[in-house]
């Protein structure tokens, strides 16, 4: 860029100061001659708006670059963006493909099973209505073609179990006794593939709802047969449950 020319008295050369002495007239002169000084501050104004254009255009770069870096510019700290958020829509659960286990008859079953004793076929009967005091579960025990079923009896006035029975499926649709037990107190449960039969041991003055302890008897199926697996003895503390004592008095509470 070529420096401003100054032509006045006072005198300036190439590449001088922007103002010039004072003239023999009070003036300024500026680099026209003309004693105003309008050109050079035209040329000054001109100048002065280039310069601080391009300041702003420098400025607004570092802005815009500020902003697409990621940092800590208006961008990070300005309000929530209105996009909308992407919600992911759960895939339908596939339906079951396991066929409901078919319910049996379990008193006709009973009824007509020569296993079963004829003292508890013949005390067999419904308790009210038609509802007989039978207990039946269905579950995996012998691997057959579908659920195997235990079937527990019991009397009316106590609940209190008089028969454990186990029925096998045949490819034809019946049934066949592969586990019996009869005596009192007996119950029967599936657990994780096994046989669990509860035997509740009462002695001499043992009233029915307070044993003395339990037999707890696992059977595992194998060979074509249930055999017993563990055993576990529990003896119950006799003097819970005798209903001659009172329950204390609630005490005040202490203060200081």
């Not at 001088?16 to 001659?33: C, L």
């Not at 527990?152 to 096998?168: F, L």
Request: hydrophobic share 30%.
């Amino acid at each position: 860029m070529r420096g401003l020319t100054g032509s006045g008295e006072g005198g300036g050369g190439s590449g001088g100061p922007f103002t010039e002495g004072p003239t023999g007239d009070g003036t300024t002169k500026g680099p026209t001659g003309d004693g105003t000084g309008g050109g050079r501050r035209a040329g000054l104004t001109g100048w002065a708006a280039s310069s601080t254009a391009l300041a702003g255009l420098a400025a607004f770069g570092l802005f815009a670059v500020s902003c697409s870096t990621g940092g800590t510019g208006t961008r990070d700290e300005g309000p929530a963006g209105t996009q909308p958020v992407a919600q992911v829509t759960p895939s339908p659960t596939a339906p079951s493909a396991a066929r409901p286990t078919p319910r049996i008859d379990a008193v006709g079953l009973l009824k007509a099973d020569s296993a079963v004793s004829e003292r508890v076929r013949t005390d067999l009967r419904p308790c009210t209505g038609d509802e007989y005091p039978v207990d039946t579960s269905y579950g995996t025990l012998t691997g057959g073609p579908s659920a195997d079923v235990v079937v527990n009896v019991m009397t009316c006035g106590d609940s209190v179990g008089v028969g454990t029975y186990v029925y096998r499926p045949r490819p034809d649709g019946t049934y066949e006794n592969v586990f019996t037990i009869e005596q009192p107190a007996v119950y029967g449960t599936i657990d994780r593939g096994d046989l669990v039969v509860t035997t509740q041991v009462y002695g001499k003055k043992d009233a029915v709802a307070y044993p003395s302890g339990e037999e707890v008897i696992t059977y595992h199926w194998a060979n074509t047969r249930f055999s017993e697996q563990d055993r576990v003895h529990n003896d119950f503390n006799r003097a819970v449950g005798a209903g001659d004592g009172d329950f204390p008095e609630p005490a005040e509470p202490t203060r200081n």
